[in-house]
């Protein structure tokens, strides 16, 4: 069973050997993230990640609270609706803070600023046209950033590219890795669409699919949701937690105007999530044949 402190040493060691190409690639990928539409202008996904972020900062409060500290550190917690609703409706309640408010847009503001231009810029055609480049450009970098973070943490010692951003665009499977990630955007909204907690899960459920798009872009439709979902049977808590962890780090890249976020905190949850993937993926390859991984 794996470790946050094992996970969290190896990003570690992945980022001090590529360091300056891991924060590049970060930052990219928080451009790209952050730009991403499905349905709706920028402008208005923007502010929703912000929020979301607005109201996982909240969440710092609770630790002054025992009983909800215990929910949270106790990873052996079966992960249920009711425990994601006590969570979600706790930082509900503190995102009111006017001082968190304030906090946040010196981490998300530039962001929607260079966004709401676009969108101005780009009149009424705005929503749809952003709605395009997020499915058929930023969403496939992101793949390529998956896959940028996993080659530096299998070989770090070789210095990886950054043109990896961009393997989705020289890979005959673009389409193929479009078109997947796409129908995991639906799926996740139309859960999302029911209540906010199944969409949650779903998006656990699917965590793992840019990363084995990122390795293995032939995959199709099928077996990538049925892989992700594989490795992430019983893990979706743990996973979770893990988020979780990060908190402390966000805090202190608020404090920081956004400037630890950009120098380690971004490449460090990067670098950690591609160590969950490839531990995930030993751990699924131990359990179908007994030893081993799976061909990198």
Not at 180 to 192: A, G
Not at 242 to 262: H, Q
Request: net charge neutral; hydrophobic share 45%.
């Amino acid at each position: 069973m794996w470790k946050r402190s094992n996970l969290k040493r190896n990003a570690k060691a992945a980022l001090k050997a590529n360091y300056l190409k891991c924060m590049l690639a970060a930052i990219i990928l928080l451009f790209a993230a952050g730009s991403q539409t499905f349905g709706g202008s920028s402008t208005s996904t923007v502010q929703d990640a912000s929020d979301a972020y607005y109201e996982s900062l909240a969440m710092m409060e609770m630790t002054q609270t025992p009983d909800i500290t215990a929910t949270l550190t106790n990873t052996d917690s079966a992960l249920t609706e009711s425990t994601y609703e006590t969570i979600y409706s706790r930082a509900q309640e503190l995102a009111q803070d006017p001082s968190l408010s304030m906090l946040r847009r010196f981490v998300m503001g530039p962001m929607q600023v260079i966004w709401d231009y676009i969108s101005d810029f780009l009149g009424s055609a705005s929503s749809f046209l952003l709605m395009l480049l997020g499915i058929l450009v930023l969403e496939p970098i992101c793949v390529g950033g998956a896959r940028f973070f996993l080659d530096n943490a299998k070989k770090p010692e070789e210095q990886t590219s950054l043109n990896r951003l961009t393997m989705a665009f020289r890979d005959r499977n673009y389409m193929n890795i479009v078109l997947n990630l796409l129908w995991r955007d639906i799926m996740i909204t139309l859960w999302s669409l029911l209540l906010v907690i199944p969409g949650i899960i779903k998006s656990y459920e699917y965590r793992m699919v840019p990363y084995l798009l990122a390795e293995y872009p032939e995959m199709r439709h099928k077996e990538v949701f049925q892989k992700s979902k594989e490795m992430m049977r019983g893990q979706k808590w743990r996973a979770f937690v893990l988020d979780w962890s990060f908190f402390l780090w966000d805090y202190v890249s608020i404090l920081t105007f956004g400037l630890a976020g950009i120098f380690f905190v971004y490449p460090y949850e990067h670098a950690v999530n591609a160590e969950l993937y490839l531990e995930l993926k030993r751990q699924e390859y131990r359990n179908e044949y007994g030893s081993g991984s799976w061909n990198q």
